[in-house]
């Protein structure tokens, strides 16, 4: 037997959430060929695991990496954590279709208005295809980036004509090879939707199995009315329903994750629905007052008109306006910040429910980035698994590989089979952690040691190839 690579004497952790294994993993092209005991074999590489885990390739179920991956594909924050695919296209905010010369927030967090360039879903993934990253890439199509193309006054519901554009793209984005829409009700661009404007402009997904990813109106005192019309949407349509970054912001509502999780648990006997969360009590958006006064404290994550004050806290920053909130933004818009808004406990809770997958929702543009975005996954291994014991290592890398796709519905990708892709990553379980601070948040993670991606390298003993081996993937329907 003959191999192109073969990872010895590691321990799979194969993503269904069983126990560990000692084999070898045998790979030829871009698939995975053997599972055991391959000492008898040569390979052309080989990659000695001793001591180390090999597992499936991380999928990050909630990324605004849409352009991030054509204009920096070597997309660094990622594959140094063991990310080998990213989820596109979340909270409404999806790259395509959109041709604009400008756009309003938070759009603008995946690029300037420029990166806005496709007209067609099917357009953005061949750009993909000529342009490959270093990671795989499956895409959702957003609501609120269908408003912006399809509604001159978005202070409004859609009307008839204008939600039958809306799912006529949903469609043809479906057909590209969509992996679900996305929506945004928070956000200002969408906030005038209704409920049935979603599900008119979801109403493919019906024909066309998918997710329905949604960053809920509310996430703060009516949280729960919001995550019971996001049940309501998902039932509707007929889609798998992700209630994204799942949290329960705001002092008073503290705790709540308990109220939450058991509605979630409820619900989900009566319709197919899943989470997303990271491993931080502090979330980043665009700024708005209302996020702001429900922080204990808050982080200028980006200003483009007062880029120097990036990376300040928000103490130091108001009194330079008199104290005043508004007189703030007015001046430092458009612009990001990081909110402390969540309580580590309810994290946690949130964290240990069985179907919570890991998303990192990093920021790849912000000047002074969460470090979400270079942290997120060797946390959840290093510190939640290791040294709080939230749950097993078996439990913590099921999260981020098997359980997230199988829930978008990723073929081939997410366990350690022979037949799968050969997304792979080999870390060790003693010094995978997380380096990226709030103060600091650039810095590469520790223990990741090999990651590979579609058979090929793009770490080696912890360094970068620079091979950009990933794919626009295509939900087949
Ligand atoms: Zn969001």
Same mark, same amino acid.
């Given at each position: ?37 391959? @000492?008898?074999? @040569? ?51 999806? *790259? ?72 006529? !793209? ?73 209630? @994204? ?100 406990? !309810? ?25 979400? *975005? ?104």
């Amino acid at each position: 037997m003959h191999f192109q690579l073969i990872i010895r004497n590691g321990e799979v952790i194969d993503g269904t959430g069983n126990a560990r294994f000692s084999a070898d993993v045998g790979v030829n092209g871009e698939r995975i060929d053997a599972i055991g005991d391959l @000492s008898a074999a @040569s390979a052309d590489r080989m990659i000695d695991a001793t001591g180390k885990i090999v597992a499936p390739g991380f999928i990050d179920s909630h990324t605004h990496d849409d352009a991030f991956v054509l204009t920096h594909p070597d997309v660094m924050p990622k594959i140094v954590q063991g990310v080998t695919t990213v989820i596109a296209g979340n909270c409404g905010i999806s *790259l395509a279709p959109l041709r604009a010369d400008a756009v309003p927030q938070p759009l603008d967090l995946l690029g300037v208005p420029e990166r806005f360039a496709y007209d067609s879903f099917s357009n953005y993934l061949d750009a993909l295809d000529r342009s490959p990253a270093a990671v795989n890439v499956a895409a959702l199509i957003g609501h609120s980036t269908l408003r912006v193309r399809h509604m001159d006054d978005l202070a409004r519901e859609a009307t008839a004509g204008e939600r039958a554009d809306m799912a006529a !793209d949903v469609e043809a984005a479906m057909q590209a090879g969509a992996f679900g829409v996305s929506s945004g009700t928070f956000y200002p661009p969408a906030a005038a939707a209704s409920t049935q404007e979603l599900i008119d402009v979801c109403a493919p997904l019906a024909r066309y199995p998918g997710v329905f990813a949604t960053h809920l109106r509310d996430e703060t005192a009516d949280i729960v009315p919001s995550m019971e019309e996001a049940f309501a949407i998902g039932q509707a349509v007929g889609a798998n329903l992700v209630l @994204s970054h799942h949290k329960v912001a705001g002092k008073e509502n503290h705790g709540r994750s308990v109220e939450t999780l058991a509605l979630i648990d409820a619900q989900g006997e009566r319709q197919p629905l899943c989470l997303d969360c990271h491993p931080y009590p502090a979330t980043s958006t665009m700024l708005r007052a209302d996020r702001i006064r429900q922080s204990s404290r808050v982080m200028l994550a980006w200003s483009t008109k007062r880029p120097e004050l990036a990376g300040k806290d928000f103490s130091e920053i108001l009194p330079l306006y008199d104290g005043s909130v508004e007189a703030a933004i007015e001046d430092l818009k458009p612009a990001g910040a990081i909110y402390f808004v969540m309580d580590e406990q !309810d994290v946690q809770r949130i964290f240990r429910h069985e179907k919570t997958m890991v998303g990192s929702d990093g920021l790849p543009n912000d000047s002074a980035p969460h470090p979400r *975005l270079w942290g997120t996954f060797p946390r959840v291994l290093g510190h939640y698994s290791r040294e709080l014991k939230l749950f097993p290592l078996e439990t913590a890398v099921r999260k981020m590989t098997g359980l997230t796709a199988e829930q978008f519905g990723i073929e081939g990708r997410g366990h350690v089979t022979v037949g799968s892709y050969a997304d792979l990553v080999v870390f060790d379980p003693a010094e995978v952690i997380d380096r990226a601070t709030f103060e600091a948040p650039r810095l590469a993670p520790e223990g990741i040691e090999h990651v590979i991606v579609n058979g090929a390298p793009v770490i080696a003993h912890g360094k970068p190839t620079g091979a950009r081996p990933g794919r626009a993937l295509r939900k087949n329907h």
